[in-house]
């Protein structure tokens, strides 16, 4: 079924476009229930709304028109997927994030054209074209994917800032690369220099515009909040096009190193910046994956067979894996942060537009369709299975942490922070000082400035999705109201809040509360007491940096049953203590582990998160 655009009336433009609103609203509501990327019921309502199924929307009807909407809606979801980065993880991430966006671009550009050639039977030039295509992770699926699951930040860092950077590198690749394959006499030298080359002007053209930009909006006189959004619409606009311009393919770096500084950038008005530009990123992105999934055919998927299913199921099992762990070997990533990292490559509307424009311009239908065909199932195979397999894989693999407020960020609430930090959890550390905020933020500590007693900061600092709150002012009245605060407003029952207690007088106070407490004082004077004659447990206290204690619940059904003598707990750690019901034991070999035990365990850090991973289901 179809209609020449020419001969479209007005009325049913608009309720085309109607009903596309409708069906992403529909996908947006589904995905809020089923936990499911949005993007997965995008696709399936575009493929059954277009030509292949009820016919009512064919993006072919809208040539050039559709080239349009989609680099519009490909450069506001950049801009927006940039500028909400948090930069202040690319301390801790910045080599695992460079290695990956380079020689990990390369990786998976060589071994999808491997791939492609030996199983589609692409030619070598078709066949790098499609690896450049397929080296972009798509960041419109990770980012949203990320903040419902919330993963511990280092590896949230890592996978935002990879989708961002593989979109810019794979499109300038894609570039060159066709534009070598179309040339009469190509060399190798002509492609690197231009690749190079894009890739400077996107840069410096970036950088310029994100400067101007917010120059531009910290003129508070003159650009008021009513032309904010405006203002920044415009110099996205102006970004990409002046990019474009001097280059082509260089417009969505350019946008992306915008949007970067932006977003690290000290400018008033930028919480509605991000604000508006999400909702609008939402919108478009839901209009272009439901227009592009309406163009898929089955014909050219069903053409590739299992051969097309082949080349997918290498790009994630083989390409994928090898490319990041050759690109993260030097990290202080663990192994199932990398396997986790490996699992979460999802392909987006990136690649989907620009084989669509690829395959509009290559001379050879045939060899187009099949790109087209191979780029589409694999980022429908990809997305389904990111989606439905990303959250038990996270689980399974143990990298969803634990998210921690600290509401002080003096010595104590810095030097917990960093502890907590380092052990792979989400802490936000709350402070009105601003000074003790930059300490932290240089480490890669989120932190907010404010007042912890007062709700808006604490819903701005996250406390919905925290599982403890930890107060650590050296105010006792403080830390009361706080703790009182998140118990009465935010349902922190006992066990969840937890406090410093400056005056050891004031400790039963807080006990009878319901909220775990602690004196430095009376602790001090504990731990100084029982140094005094017995000099070899001054290295049970002074743990340090590479030191931890840690209490775990006994979940794994392998470790009960067990006698201590038998666990094989790792060199430089021990089990100290064992809390059965209201019991305390004193662990010995023939102490056999029961189920709901809660194991503490000292020892080096690093064996110490070994043994907790041992007692874990």
């Not at 619940?553 to 392998?558: D, Y």
Request: hydrophobic share 50%; proline share 4%.
């Amino acid at each position: 079924m179809g209609v020449d655009l020419r001969q479209m009336e007005p009325i049913y433009i608009f309720a085309l476009f109607t009903l596309v609103l409708t069906a992403s609203i529909l996908a947006q509501m589904l995905s809020k229930i089923l936990h499911t990327p949005s993007i997965v019921f995008l696709l399936a309502a575009g493929i059954l709304l277009g030509p292949e199924c009820i016919g009512v929307i064919d993006p072919h009807l809208y040539g050039d028109g559709l080239r349009l909407v989609v680099t519009f809606a490909v450069v506001i979801i950049v801009f927006d997927g940039s500028i909400n980065i948090d930069i202040r993880h690319l301390r801790t991430v910045s080599r695992s994030v460079l290695t990956l966006v380079s020689v990990g671009v390369l990786i998976t550009m060589i071994g999808g054209a491997i791939v492609a050639h030996w199983l589609a039977g692409l030619d070598w030039g078709f066949a790098f074209l499609f690896g450049a295509l397929v080296a972009a992770t798509g960041p419109t699926v990770i980012v949203p994917l990320m903040q419902d699951m919330r993963v511990n930040n280092r590896i949230r860092s890592i996978l935002e800032l990879e989708g961002v950077f593989n979109d810019a590198v794979s499109v300038l690749l894609a570039a060159v690369i066709f534009e070598w394959i179309t040339m009469s006499h190509p060399t190798i030298e002509y492609g690197v220099t231009t690749f190079m080359l894009r890739i400077a002007i996107g840069v410096i053209v970036g950088l310029i515009m994100g400067v101007t930009c917010a120059f531009a909006l910290s003129q508070t006189r003159v650009i008021t909040k009513h032309l904010v959004h405006l203002t920044t619409m415009s110099f996205v606009l102006i970004t990409y096009t002046l990019a474009e311009m001097l280059s082509r393919e260089t417009g969505i770096l350019a946008v992306a190193i915008a949007a970067i500084y932006m977003g690290t950038a000290d400018m008033p008005y930028k919480e509605e910046v991000r604000e508006f530009k999400s909702y609008l990123s939402i919108i478009l992105l839901s209009v272009i994956f439901i227009l592009l999934a309406a163009m898929l055919q089955f014909n050219s998927i069903a053409s590739l067979g299992v051969r097309g299913v082949l080349v997918i199921v290498a790009l994630i099992l083989v390409v994928r894996p090898i490319t990041v762990f050759v690109s993260t070997i030097h990290s202080p990533l663990r192994f199932n942060d990398r396997l986790f990292i490996s699992a979460m490559g999802p392909r987006g509307v990136v690649p989907a537009s620009m084989a669509t424009y690829f395959a509009l311009k290559i001379t050879d239908a045939e060899v187009g369709d099949t790109i087209m065909g191979l780029v589409f199932l694999c980022i429908i195979i990809t997305v389904i299975l990111t989606g439905v397999f990303a959250r038990p894989i996270a689980k399974r693999l143990k990298v969803i942490p634990m998210e921690i407020l600290i509401v002080g960020g003096g010595g104590v609430g810095s030097a917990l922070a960093h502890r907590l930090t380092r052990r792979g959890e989400n802490v936000v550390v709350i402070d009105p000082n601003i000074e003790n905020c930059k300490r932290l933020e240089k480490f890669g500590i989120p932190t907010v400035q404010g007042d912890g007693g007062d709700i808006t900061v604490l819903r701005k600092a996250g406390i919905k999705n925290a599982k403890y709150l930890v107060a650590t002012t050296e105010r006792d009245s403080v830390n009361m109201l706080i703790c009182q605060v998140a118990k009465s407003k935010f349902g922190f029952g006992e066990g969840k809040l937890i406090a410093r207690v400056n005056d050891p007088k004031n400790l039963s106070t807080f006990h009878d509360l319901g909220i775990k407490s602690m004196s430095p004082i009376a602790s001090t004077a504990a731990i100084l007491d029982h140094l005094i004659g017995h000099p070899s447990l001054f290295s049970m206290y002074e743990l340090g940096e590479h030191g931890d204690i840690v209490e775990v619940l006994v979940t794994n059904p392998e470790m009960i049953g067990k006698s201590i003598k038998e666990l094989k707990i790792p060199i430089n750690s021990i089990i100290v203590l064992i809390h059965r019901g209201d019991d305390i034991l004193i662990p010995h070999g023939e102490a056999v582990i029961e189920n709901g035990d809660r194991i503490t365990i000292m020892g080096k850090m690093k064996s110490v998160r070994k043994a907790v991973d041992m007692f874990k289901l």
